[in-house]
Each structure stands twice: as C-alpha cells, then as structure tokens.
C-alpha cells in the first residue's frame, strides 16, 4: 500500500522542496539531504511505486541510466569523488526507510569512512551443494528461463 504522505511523494508534488539535478516525464533527482558523502544524490520514479519491482522495465532502466549520466557529471564537477555507489534499498528490512522507490548514487573518495558493515553470519564461503541449490531454485523461480 503507497503512502501518499512519504517525504519524496511529497517532494514530487512540490509541497516540500528539494535541491533539483534532473527531471524528465518519468523521474526526478535531488541532492540527498543527509548525505553519506557531499554529492549524494538520488534518483526517483514519477511512478507511485514502493519497490522497484512495481516498475516496469522502462522505467527502471531509465533510473539507472538518469544514475549513469548524473554519476559522470558528478565526476567532471569538481565534487570530490573517486569512485561511485549506486544503491537501491528494497524493503525495510533491507534498510529502506522512505518508502517510495530511490535509487542512491553516493560519490566515494579514499578514506572517507564509509562501508557496509559484514556481521559474523556474512561474507562465509558457501559448500558448492548449497551453491548449486541456490542457483537452481533462483533459475526455477525465473519462470522457465533456463540456465546452465
Ligand atoms: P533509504 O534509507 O535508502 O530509504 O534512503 C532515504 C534517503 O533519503 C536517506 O539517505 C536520507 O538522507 C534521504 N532523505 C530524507 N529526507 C530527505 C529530504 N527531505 N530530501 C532529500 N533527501 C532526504
């Protein structure tokens, strides 16, 4: 269910400001506000959309490539960044916390902190049977598409 009073709903509507980079028919960027690093920006659907998998592929390939055009900008612009995140929280327990569909696109430098946290539980190297089940039962649910 969408929650037409989340911030970038809001945003989108013009009730709350936002510091426009780009918008076309289908999306809008602006700079993230609490930014993992200045410049970060964020990329989003028109589209009342919670997950990127209410959007179809259009749609979703046009955040990305918006991502794609504003991360070189971002890299000729004097911003300091040396490298790019592009980041896309799908789902609260994935650490979504606006529920309307935003693609991050977060300039990197050397030092600058930042990083994902790995838990005991992660990043352990998996038996080549549990491997094996997770590709076939990933391939099973593409619906028919086979793999090899
Ligand atoms: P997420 O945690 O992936 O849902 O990301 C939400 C992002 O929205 C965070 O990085 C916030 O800093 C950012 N944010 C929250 N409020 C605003 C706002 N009014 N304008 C711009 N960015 C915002």
Request: charged content about 20%.
């Amino acid at each position: 269910m969408y929650d037409d009073q989340n911030i970038f709903a809001r945003i989108l509507r013009g009730e709350l400001p936002c510091y426009k980079l780009y918008e076309d028919a289908v999306c809008l960027a602006f700079l993230d506000i609490f930014p993992v690093n200045p410049g970060h920006l964020l990329v989003i659907p028109k589209q009342k959309a919670v997950s990127l998998s209410e959007l179809d592929a259009a749609t979703a390939g046009h955040l990305l490539m918006t991502a794609q055009k504003l991360a070189d900008s971002l890299r000729v612009s004097g911003v300091r960044c040396e490298g790019v995140n592009f980041w896309l929280s799908d789902g609260a327990e994935a650490g979504q916390e606006v529920p309307h569909v935003h693609l991050h696109v977060i300039p990197r430098f050397k030092g600058d902190g930042f990083g994902w946290k790995v838990g005991p539980n992660n990043r352990k190297a998996l038996p080549a049977g549990e491997l094996e089940a997770l590709a076939s039962a990933i391939c099973r649910a593409q619906g028919g598409v086979p793999c090899s």
